[in-house]
């Protein structure tokens, strides 16, 4: 049973940090560039960042021109390099959690960026029995992630994250070991917005109970099924 959880920065919940061992053992060439700052004087135009920045060692400045050297020496772009950058982070603890009966686990950065990305607006953490809900905003009511760690096994039971799943609460159900919850979103300056209810069977598999919706062109649409699944 959970007793309290603990975010490590509620400003950076998902933190980079470079880890100079895994670049240079990961890649080596691009780790040379980096280090003989061969693409500095290109930092500031691809990126829009001061290197000033970049001298005090700032972490999103650093995670920027990593990325920037990686897109040029490899030759692609954004979300690959992004992907490419987080596979030389370092492991940092972004989430503890006390026990009842007094142990603790965290969940760290690297986790929360397997099944959410790095794009965080906001974020709620909810608790109950063994279960920790991590709710987490990519887009403020246009897109979201729910994650579910379960404290008996160590690691996600489930994990979802996609546009329109801005999820609103989350409740299991112990008997049928099921949990149920709803979701809505609305997008600015637009029709488009909805709500609905949807449930995590047994098995973990994410099914929809029911949706209302507004399309891009006004029109109402009910529905009880195959929403998040189609």
């Not at 940092?92 to 142990?103: A, Q, R, W």
């Not at 994250?161 to 709803?182: A, P």
Request: net charge negative; charged share 30%.
């Amino acid at each position: 049973m959970i007793k309290e959880i603990k975010v490590s920065d509620e400003y950076d919940l998902i933190k980079w940090k470079l880890d100079t061992n895994r670049f240079a053992s990961k890649y080596p060439k691009e780790y040379k560039k980096y280090t003989e700052n061969v693409y500095l004087t290109l930092y500031e135009d691809s990126t829009g960042i001061n290197p000033k920045e970049l001298e005090k060692g700032s972490d999103w400045a650093v995670k920027e021109y990593v990325t920037m050297i990686i897109e040029k020496e490899r030759g692609i772009d954004f979300p690959e390099s992004n992907m490419k950058a987080w596979e030389i982070s370092k492991e940092i603890p972004s989430i503890e959690i006390s026990l009842k009966n007094g142990k603790r686990q965290t969940i760290s950065n690297l986790y929360l960026f397997k099944i959410n990305g790095d794009d965080v607006d906001a974020f709620s953490f909810l608790y109950e029995h063994n279960f920790l809900y991590c709710i987490i905003f990519r887009a403020i009511g246009q897109a979201g992630t729910l994650g579910i760690w379960d404290t008996k096994d160590q690691k996600w039971c489930f994990a979802y994250s996609d546009d329109f799943f801005c999820v609103e609460e989350v409740k299991y159900d112990k008997t049928k070991d099921e949990f149920f919850g709803s979701f809505s979103y609305d997008y600015p300056m637009s029709y488009v917005g909805g709500s609905g209810f949807f449930k995590i069977t047994k098995d973990r598999e994410l099914k929809t109970v029911s949706y209302k919706y507004t399309d891009s062109e006004g029109n109402e649409i009910v529905g009880t099924d195959n929403f998040f699944e189609s």
